[in-house]
């Protein structure tokens, strides 16, 4: 495995950034899920921490450290160690605990029993299974969670009321039940793709409580929008999973969405005014599916900026697909528009259909494989 950089890792957005120019338009992964978090950015997660507390210039004198590990500025990196469970030697004024790449198979009731100052704790690529349901009373003041990429089959109980970020990608839960997330009222970003979840698997109320603003459930096994996520969320990624329609009120309670991912799915109709309730949208992903013809309603979506429609089956772009025909009424300028792949015949498409384009270069075509 290779590093890569926590700030990547971390990034739980809370604002748009600024689209790309660079062309072909492609949708990228937040997140390399597949490498691990190396000592340098595990010291620069703490330094960039918001109250600087969690950092000092001046390397304080550590009493113990765990057998193996490095401890550093209150950093105690004990990844890739062979180690089967949690050391029990762990200094207690630690801030960041990394374990991850080991073999450990459990958290116990104990394992972080005098880690109240403990920031950040990374676990992942273990084998853990199981974890005690009173792990993580001792962790008072823990804001961040990396858990994916082991054997999960629930989100741990009793979490952290502090928790700020969860990162449970690639396990084997299948169910979020009712209250899982109670008392999680600081939580603002989950990652939980590649996992077996169902629509079915959502109990309702499972997301009560939660004023998130990302959210992530790609890779799994849904077949339609939930219907009962946070209404707070600006950002919504659904992508790689089996839905294959977008209807009226599917989008209703997600009215704050600034980006939506809905790419790589099955999706061949998008019911007439299903995007009318999400008008602050910037970016929308509906690349990858079987759609046949461009969604209706994006002219009336003042602030959007970016759509991916590339790798469908539209053979059509009509004068009036994106653009309003009061040609005032849109607040901001599209920066890209993907609907390469697509058996369009691009020749046949009037030059006024993109007339609120900011620019002729972000718009791609062609390249349709028959």
């Given at each position: 495995m290779h590093p890569f950089s926590i700030a990547i890792l971390l990034f739980c957005l809370t604002h748009l950034p600024k689209t790309s120019l660079t062309l072909p338009f492609e949708q990228k992964a937040f997140w390399d899920f597949e490498k691990e978090i190396n000592?340098?950015?595990?010291m620069m997660m703490l330094k960039d921490e918001e109250d600087g507390s969690g950092f000092e210039e001046t390397e304080q004198e550590q009493p113990m450290c765990p057998f193996g590990c490095i401890c550093n500025l209150?950093?105690?990196?004990?990844?890739?160690?062979?180690?089967?469970?949690?050391?029990?030697?762990?200094?207690?004024?630690?801030?960041?605990?990394?374990?991850?790449?080991?073999?450990?198979?459990?958290?116990?009731?104990?394992?972080?029993?005098?880690?109240?100052?403990?920031?950040?704790?990374?676990?992942?690529n273990n084998q853990i299974s199981r974890v005690h349901p009173r792990a993580f009373l001792p962790l008072v003041r823990m804001q961040k969670l990396y858990f994916s990429h082991n054997h999960l089959t629930s989100i741990p109980r009793n979490l952290p009321a502090s928790l700020v970020e969860l990162r449970i990608h690639d396990n084997q839960i299948?169910?979020?039940?009712?209250?899982?997330?109670?008392?999680?009222?600081?939580?603002?970003?989950?990652?939980?793709?590649?996992?077996?979840?169902?629509?079915?698997?959502?109990?309702?109320?499972?997301?009560?409580?939660?004023?998130?603003?990302?959210?992530?459930?790609?890779?799994?096994?849904?077949?339609?929008?939930?219907?009962?996520?946070?209404?707070?969320?600006?950002?919504?990624?659904?992508?790689?999973?089996?839905?294959?329609?977008?209807?009226?009120?599917?989008?209703?309670?997600?009215?704050?969405?600034?980006r939506l991912g809905l790419g790589h799915n099955h999706i061949r109709h998008i019911e007439h005014g299903s995007l009318s309730y999400v008008p602050n949208l910037r970016e929308l992903h509906l690349d990858n599916n079987r759609l046949s013809n461009v969604p209706a309603g994006l002219p009336e979506m003042k602030y959007l900026q970016v759509v991916y429609l590339h790798s469908n089956n539209i053979t059509e772009v009509g004068v009036n697909d994106f653009c309003p025909t009061g040609f005032w009424m849109k607040k901001t300028f599209y920066n890209g528009i993907s609907l390469f792949d697509n058996p369009i015949k691009y020749w046949e498409v009037q030059p006024a259909a993109f007339r609120c384009v900011a620019d002729r270069n972000a718009i791609q075509f062609g390249n349709h494989k028959k």
């Open positions: 000592a340098h950015d595990l209150r950093v105690v990196q004990c990844s890739d160690q062979g180690l089967y469970a949690v050391p029990h030697d762990i200094p207690s004024d630690t801030r960041l605990l990394d374990l991850q790449g080991n073999k450990i198979t459990e958290i116990r009731e104990n394992d972080f029993k005098r880690l109240s100052n403990l920031y950040a704790l990374v676990l992942v299948k169910k979020i039940s009712s209250g899982t997330f109670s008392g999680l009222g600081s939580m603002n970003c989950i990652e939980m793709g590649r996992n077996p979840l169902r629509n079915s698997g959502l109990e309702p109320g499972a997301f009560t409580g939660l004023k998130l603003n990302f959210l992530r459930i790609s890779e799994a096994k849904l077949t339609g929008v939930p219907k009962d996520l946070p209404s707070s969320l600006h950002e919504l990624h659904l992508d790689q999973n089996q839905i294959q329609a977008i209807e009226l009120e599917d989008l209703s309670r997600y009215r704050n969405l600034y």
